[in-house]
């Protein structure tokens, strides 16, 4: 299954917002619905390698620790200015592991479609990284903020 117009006008809009961010490769998930969304963004990000990753599955990371403490492995050490075009549970995991917090609150961390989560690997060795960023979601107007959120979750 595809992207919806409202979905592809969130990536679309998402890969404006990146334009300039100095990306230098985009990692999406395997999944029909990241492969088109992480197309969509490249296109507003000209001659940036784009590459699916079989680590960023959209499954409960939980059922799979193996599977997930390997993702977080895979992108620990990124390239500078890496984007990875995933699902709300594997960013959930992202964040709940550069925080150290125990397995089940990662479940807790739930995103809106092409929300912009930043985590800053330090460049000094030793140093933690960093969540500078959750769930940003300035990019889009009003009316594409929240997809997939019931009602009561969604913020003005």
């Given amino acids: 299954m595809g992207l919806s117009e409202t979905g592809r006008r969130q990536a679309q809009l998402l890969g404006e917002r990146l334009a300039e961010a100095g ?65 709300m549970f594997q960013v959930g995991w992202f964040v709940r592991a550069v925080l150290g917090a125990p397995a089940d609150r990662w479940a807790a961390l739930n995103s809106a479609n092409t929300g912009v989560t930043v985590l800053r690997w330090s460049p000094i060795p030793g140093r933690p990284v960093s969540p500078l960023v959750f769930n940003d979601l300035t990019h889009l107007p009003p009316e594409l903020r929240w997809t997939g959120f019931p009602p009561e979750l969604r913020l003005p």
Wanted: charged share 25%; net charge negative.
């Fill in 23 to 87: 990306i230098t490769r985009i990692s999406h998930s395997p999944l029909a619905r990241a492969a088109e969304t992480a197309s969509i963004v490249a296109a507003a990000l000209p001659g940036v390698p784009v590459e699916a990753a079989e680590e960023l599955t959209d499954s409960d990371p939980t059922e799979d620790p193996a599977a997930a403490e390997a993702m977080v492995a895979r992108f620990s050490d990124p390239p500078a200015d890496e984007l990875c075009i995933t699902h």
